[in-house]
């Protein structure tokens, strides 16, 4: 070869090398990550969730009566763009054809929840409605067909109007007979194919959005937590979930007494479970955390693994955390088969006890633990933007959180009964099918409960959230969680990349991805 030649080969081979170096440098700073099918037990549980009212539509259909949501809706204001659930998915309509595009999807089991007003319109003031039966027992048939499993919400958020004129709901201890009623129409009615149980979805969010921050009906809540005409912010959440971990238990008891020995599932409850970061880097940060953990989430799990809430609770609610009898605490300890957890984003607990001035008004009192709870820090958000308000995406949350409960409750069998992704308002428009974005969060959120899994943490399943479009409660139709995105206007059903992605995935796929969060 010329010199010259060898020269201008020499520098082509030289600027080679460093351009590839450079990738591999930038792509080891971002750390590549392998998440496959494979990586997961065989036996472990992909599946989509909806809940009844944010799909099925048909509100006042075959003998339905109206429910606090039904009610809350129809009211001016309640709802962004004045939307409601009265059609919402028209699944009541449409379900065969939703089963076929679960089918699609290649997952094995499918949670949904059941319209109390479907089943007991009046609750136990009235009958069973057989077409609500029918129904569900058509969904629950078809979706075995397919070798879907169901794994069935007894209550998610929607109730019977009646209940809240005539007593309060679940302000009142009346509804345990309420609840233990409908849960045992349904294990009679159901419990025969049904192998998967949850009592009540989410009580520790419920609790808050309804009867402390009055966003949620039935709108209680007393200044400054917010704007309501009644309610006691300090204490009505916590008799609320006081209500809700009996009602759980006594469900339960049934369930494990009757039915359990002869149909053979398992029962449990769903929470909400934030991952709370340090917000300062001192030891008032640290306890920071630990108080947001205990009174957003040890609050309902503590009660039903140790008996009671946790210890720092009663250190700064004093007598009005209410107390459990000593027949109660023999009912919820031990009351769970599994929790599910209901996962998203991950926030900064500040410390309201020394850096008061970090805390606005209405978060830092006694019941929320003197925390208050940030998404950014000197500016800088801890993730990329969701379209619910203050939610981020942060991966390494998933982890953190499950090495918490494999801490708190180290034998405790873990679903991750929901996560998944909405994209912020402003890029719904270009979003809408190419919705890659989802499908990263879904590998980087999969990647992370894979390494939770592998350092202990007990679970069995994961439910991306949600299978399609639906009534995101306060912001109607203006967010988008869904695989399927739904038009509105024809009701069709069409899939959106992720759906594509989940169903590679779920069949041995093997995904690749340089994690950018
Ligand atoms: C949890 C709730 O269970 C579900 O109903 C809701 O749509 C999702 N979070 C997203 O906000």
Known sequence: MQPKALLIFFIFFSLLISIHSKYIHEVEDKEEVVIKRSMFPDNFIFGVGTSAYQIEGAYLEDGKSLSNWDVFTHVPGNIESGENGDVADDHYHHYMEDIQKLEYLGVNAYRFSISWTRILPRGRFGETNPSGVLFYNNIIDNVLLKGIQPFVTIHHNDIPQELEDRYGSWLSSEIQEDFVLFAKTCFENFGDRVKYWVTINEPNINAILAYMEGAFPPRRCSAPF????VGNSNME??????????????AVKVYRDQFQP????SIGIVVHAFHYERYTDDEWGFQAVERAYAFNLAWLIDPLIYGDYPAIMRKYIGKELPNFSIEEVKLVKGSVDFVGLNHYTSFYAIDCLHHSTDCTPSEHRPVKGFTARTGSRDGIPIGDEMGM???????????KLLNYINMRYPNLSIYITENGYCPPYYQVGTQMLSDFKRI????AYLAALSKAMREGAKVKGYFAWSFMDNFEWLQGYNISFGLYFVDRKTMERIPRLSAKWYSEFIANGEISIISSF
């Open 262 to 265: 002869k149909q053979g599932g």
């Open 237 to 250: 959440p916590l008799i609320v979930a006081h209500n809700m971990l009996i009602s759980h238990a006594k």
């Open 226 to 229: 917010g704007n309501c005409s």
């Open 440 to 443: 990263k969060y879904h590998e």
């Open 389 to 399: 308000f203050g939610f981020h995406v942060v991966p390494h949350g998933m982890e």
